[in-house]
C-alpha cells in the first residue's frame, strides 16, 4: 500500500478532521504520517493555532522532512531529489480537497503516495471507523478541579451544550471575510427548538467571547456559563461538551466535534445552516441525524 502525509494545521477541530481522515486511510492498509510543520511557522495570514491533539489516546506519528518532500512528489525519489535542489526544477503536487465541506470519494480510493492537503471536514471519510474513532478520542488524562465538577452537574442533568464562536470571526481579517457568525436570533430559535423537545434542559454555555454570549444569549430553564478554561486548555471544553446529552453548536469544527463525540443515540444537534460568507453547502458537513436552522 502507499505511505501518506497528511498536512495537519488549523484549531483543535480541524485537526481532529485531518486526524480522522488520516486514521481511515490507516485502517485500508496505507502507512500514514502527519506533517506538523504549520505549529512551527510564524504567523502569516492565517490564524496561527498550537497543536492540540497530544491530549488524546491518539498515535500521531510524526512526518520527517524527507518523508513530506517524497510524498508532495507522489513517491517519485528523482523529483524529491530535484526539488531538494532547487523547487522550480520539480513543482510539488500535493492532493488537495475539492472545496470547503466536500466529499471526495476518491481519496478513499488514492492508490499512490501523496501529500494530502485539506481540512477534509465531513464525517464522510470516517463514517467507516466512527466507533473505533470515538474510542481513540478519548483524553489521556481524567477531568480535574472545575472541569470535574462541572462534568458531574453535566452527567447528573439533561444537559444541553451551547457554543459560541466569535474569537477570529470578527477581529482576523482573513477569518472575518470568509466565516459568518451566529446572530442571537440563532440562538433563540435553537433554544426554542430544544426547549419543546427537552422541557427539562439545563444549558452550559461555552464562548470564545462570554460577554457577548452574557449580553446575548438568553433561555428560561437553567444556564451556566462555562468561563473557567483558557485557550491553553481548551480541550477541557470540548470535553465537557461531549458529556452533554444534546447541543446547539456554532459554525465551528470544535463544537461540530463536541457534538460528534457524544455517544448519546437520542442526541439532538441543532446546526447553523450558513457557515460561510460565500454560502457554501454544509450538505456533506452536516450528518443528516441533526437539524439545520
Known sequence: MSTLVVRLNGGLGNQLFQFALGRTLM???????????????SPG???????????????????????IRLAKHQGSILCAALAAIHPRLAPERPVTELADFTFDPAILRIDHDAYLAGYWQTEKYFTSIADELRQVLTFRKA??????????????TSAVSIHVRRGDYVSHPAAKAH??????AYYSA???????????AHFFLFADDIGWAR???RTGPPLEFIEHNTAASSFEDMRLMALCRHHIIANSSFSWWG?????????????PRRWLRDGSSTNDLIPLSWTLL
Not at 495570514?45 to 518523508?67: C, K, M, W
Open 27 to 41: 485502517s485500508m492498509g496505507h502507512t500514514v504520517r502527519y506533517d506538523l510543520s504549520f505549529f512551527e511557522q
Open 45 to 67: 495570514l492565517h490564524v496561527q493555532r498550537p497543536y492540540e491533539l497530544g491530549v488524546f489516546n491518539a498515535n500521531i506519528e510524526r512526518a520527517s522532512t524527507a518523508d
Open 143 to 156: 477531568a480535574e478541579g472545575p472541569n470535574a465538577e462541572v462534568a458531574q452537574r453535566i452527567m447528573r
Open 179 to 184: 466565516f459568518v457568525t451566529c446572530e442571537p
Open 190 to 200: 435553537a433554544i426554542e427548538r430544544i426547549v419543546q423537545r427537552i422541557p427539562e
Open 215 to 217: 449580553e446575548n444569549i
Open 259 to 271: 457534538a460528534w463525540l457524544d455517544q448519546h443515540p437520542d442526541k439532538l444537534v441543532i446546526a
